[in-house]
């Protein structure tokens, strides 16, 4: 299997601009989950979806955050306008939940760093 | 609110020796599961190993084992034999097992250095 896929690696861009992580999860895995880090905060959970629906998003920072998951195999999170404060390494993370099983481990994409300026 | 504590900001280790990590939460319910993700300098997150509570024996993976003690609700990384390729961030991670919760809260992590 991929694993899990994030596009772009790297973004930089200028404060004000729209900006779109990109997320494919593992095929097959029914939970989708936006993770930000930064040395301040450390790693932290923005949003995260089961079967394509949003579950728990009570980590968006704000309105300038949106996340949307139209299919099983895509997920997208967006920054619109972006500010400086919103540089950090997104990641995506995607597991399986088994019946019967209490929960399942989360694998991790390679991460976005995106840069504001 | 579930918190996760890792007092040890930063360690080292010789190759070959082993290293122990630190790491103890907060929570009130009965049932939940721990993980130990290693995020290497390519920042992608590993999984190294996972234990769920009720469980009472340790987890190991190879050269990987934790000490879970939950009265004392702590739960330590052990690396026996460490490698130059353990040398990576260390996260240990708490789940909730009520109301299918699927949220990760993650302690700040350990710096391991593993000098040759």
Same mark, same amino acid.
């Given at each position: 299997?991929?694993?899990?896929?994030?596009?772009?690696?790297?973004?930089?861009?200028?404060?004000?601009?729209?900006?779109?992580?990109?997320?494919?999860?593992?095929?097959?895995?029914?939970?989708?989950?936006? @993770?930000?880090?930064?040395?301040?905060?450390?790693?932290?959970?923005?949003?995260?979806? =089961?079967? =394509?629906?949003?579950?728990?998003?009570?980590?968006?920072?704000?309105? /300038?955050?949106?996340?949307?998951?139209? =299919?099983?195999?895509?997920?997208?999170?967006?920054?619109?306008?972006?500010?400086? /404060?919103?540089?950090?390494? @997104?990641?995506?993370?995607?597991?399986?939940?088994?019946?019967?099983?209490?929960?399942?481990?989360?694998?991790?994409?390679?991460?976005? /760093?995106?840069?504001?300026? | 609110?579930?918190?996760?504590?890792?007092?040890?900001?930063? !360690?080292?280790?010789?190759?070959?020796?082993?290293?122990?990590?630190?790491? %103890?939460?907060? %929570?009130?319910?009965?049932?939940?599961?721990?993980?130990?993700?290693?995020?290497?300098?390519?920042?992608? !997150?590993?999984?190294?190993?996972?234990?769920?509570?009720?469980?009472?024996?340790?987890?190991?993976?190879?050269?990987?084992?934790?000490?879970?003690?939950?009265?004392?609700?702590?739960?330590?990384?052990?690396?026996?034999?460490?490698?130059?390729?353990?040398?990576? !961030?260390?996260?240990?991670?708490?789940?909730?097992?009520?109301?299918?919760?699927?949220?990760?809260?993650?302690?700040?992590?350990?710096?391991?250095?593993?000098?040759?």
């Amino acid at each position: 299997d991929a694993g899990v896929i994030q596009s772009p690696r790297h973004e930089v861009t200028e404060m004000g601009q729209e900006v779109t992580l990109r997320c494919k999860p593992i095929s097959g895995h029914d939970y989708l989950f936006w @993770y930000r880090q930064t040395m301040m905060r450390g790693l932290e959970l923005l949003i995260y979806f =089961n079967n =394509n629906v949003p579950i728990d998003d009570s980590g968006m920072p704000e309105d /300038r955050f949106s996340a949307k998951m139209p =299919n099983a195999s895509f997920s997208t999170l967006k920054i619109q306008p972006s500010e400086p /404060r919103d540089s950090a390494v @997104y990641f995506c993370a995607s597991s399986l939940l088994l019946a019967g099983a209490l929960t399942d481990t989360q694998y991790f994409g390679p991460g976005t /760093r995106l840069t504001v300026l | 609110a579930q918190t996760v504590t890792q007092s040890q900001p930063e !360690m080292s280790v010789q190759e070959a020796e082993t290293v122990t990590l630190s790491c %103890t939460y907060d %929570t009130s319910e009965s049932n939940y599961y721990l993980f130990w993700y290693k995020q290497p300098p390519s920042r992608q !997150m590993i999984l190294v190993i996972r234990q769920e509570a009720y469980k009472q024996q340790n987890a190991t993976e190879n050269r990987f084992s934790v000490n879970f003690q939950k009265a004392a609700k702590s739960f330590s990384l052990k690396i026996s034999d460490s490698q130059l390729g353990d040398t990576a !961030m260390y996260f240990c991670a708490f789940m909730t097992d009520q109301g299918g919760s699927e949220k990760l809260v993650f302690g700040k992590g350990t710096k391991l250095t593993v000098n040759p």
